[in-house]
C-alpha cells in the first residue's frame, strides 16, 4: 500500500469527499476551476499560500493535514499523555520503521475492537477457569461413560466428547486470525489501485520475455538482445561506449539461456 498521499491527492480526495465537481468548488471559494483541476493533477504546479490557506479553511483541515504531515485533521493541542503510550511504543511510531498509516486503518477498522477484546481475553486468561471447566466436565463424563458401559474405543459418543475438549491456547490463535482476516482484507481491498502496489508482473517473467521476443528474430542475436535488454530499462544502446558494450555483452554470453539459444541455432543449421 502507498505510506504517503501528494498534495495533489490529498485536495482531489478532499472534494471528492465533499461531492463538488470542480466548477462547484469554484463557485465556493473564488478559486477558478482550471486552476484546481491543475492543483489536483500537476504536481509540479506551485500552489500560492494564500491558496492553500483557503482551501485548508474550506475543508476545515490543517495545513499538515495537506501536506500529509499529520493524520490529524483539526489543529488541536491533545496531550499524548492522555494516550497512556509507553516512551518505547512512541519511539517505534516516530522512528519510521513501521507504517503508521497502515497502522492507523488498522485501529480504526470497525472490527478492530474484537480483536482487541479476544487478544485481551487470552492474554490475561479471563476464560482460563471456563475452559477448564468445560474440559474437566467433558473427562468425568467419559470416565463415568466408560466405567458404566464400557464402550469401544471408535464408540461416536467418546469421540464426541473427545471432540469437546478445548486446547485453550489453539482455540484462541485460530479466533485471533478469524478477527484479523477481515480487517486485513477490507484494507487490501480499499489500497488495490494504489500505484505503489506489487505487479502481478515478476522479474523471471519480464527477463523471460525479452528472450522470447529475441528468439523470434533472425538477425544477430546478441545485437538484438542488447537493443531489447537497452529499451528494457530505457537506455539507447548508441550511447553505450566500446567498453560497456563488450562488458554488457559478455554477460549475457554467460547465460545460461543465451548458450541455449546459439546451441539450438547451431543444431539447426547442422539438419539442413
Do not use: W
Not at 491533545?78 to 503510550?85: G, K, M, P, Q, S
Request: aromatic share 6%; net charge negative; hydrophobic share 35%.
Amino acid at each position: 500500500m502507498k505510506s504517503h498521499i501528494t498534495l495533489q491527492e490529498r485536495l482531489k480526495d478532499l472534494r471528492t469527499e465533499k461531492g463538488l465537481t470542480l466548477k462547484e468548488l469554484e463557485a465556493k471559494t473564488g478559486i477558478s476551476s482550471s486552476a484546481l483541476g491543475e492543483y489536483e493533477t500537476d504536481e509540479n504546479k506551485g500552489i500560492p499560500h494564500y491558496v492553500l490557506v483557503a482551501l485548508a479553511d474550506f475543508y476545515n483541515v490543517s495545513l499538515d493535514y495537506l501536506f500529509d504531515k499529520s493524520e490529524v485533521r483539526e489543529n488541536t493541542n491533545r496531550d499524548i499523555t492522555e494516550l497512556n503510550l509507553s516512551d518505547s511504543v512512541l519511539d517505534v511510531l516516530k522512528s519510521g520503521t513501521i507504517n503508521n498509516r497502515l497502522l492507523g486503518e488498522i485501529i480504526c477498522h470497525p472490527s478492530f475492537k474484537k480483536l482487541m477484546a479476544d487478544t485481551e481475553i487470552f492474554v490475561d486468561g479471563v476464560a482460563s477457569q471456563s475452559v477448564q471447566s468445560v474440559n474437566a466436565y467433558a473427562d468425568v463424563l467419559r470416565k463415568r461413560i466408560m466405567g458404566e458401559f464400557n464402550p469401544s474405543a471408535d464408540d461416536a459418543g467418546l469421540l464426541v466428547l473427545d471432540a469437546c475438549t478445548i486446547e485453550e491456547e489453539r482455540y484462541f490463535l485460530n479466533k485471533l486470525q478469524l478477527d484479523l482476516e477481515p480487517i486485513v482484507k477490507d484494507i487490501r481491498t480499499a489500497h488495490v489501485s494504489d500505484k505503489e502496489t506489487a505487479t502481478d508482473t515478476t522479474v523471471a517473467d519480464r527477463v523471460n520475455e525479452l528472450f522470447d521476443n529475441v528468439k523470434k528474430h533472425k538477425d544477430d542475436f546478441m545485437s538484438i538482445l542488447t537493443f531489447q535488454f537497452c529499451r528494457e530499462l530505457g537506455m539507447n544502446p548508441k550511447n553505450l561506449s566500446p567498453l560497456e558494450l563488450e562488458t554488457l555483452q559478455g554477460i549475457f554470453a554467460r547465460s545460461k539461456n543465451y548458450k541455449q539459444v546459439m546451441n539450438s541455432r547451431k543444431n539447426k543449421k547442422k539438419h539442413k
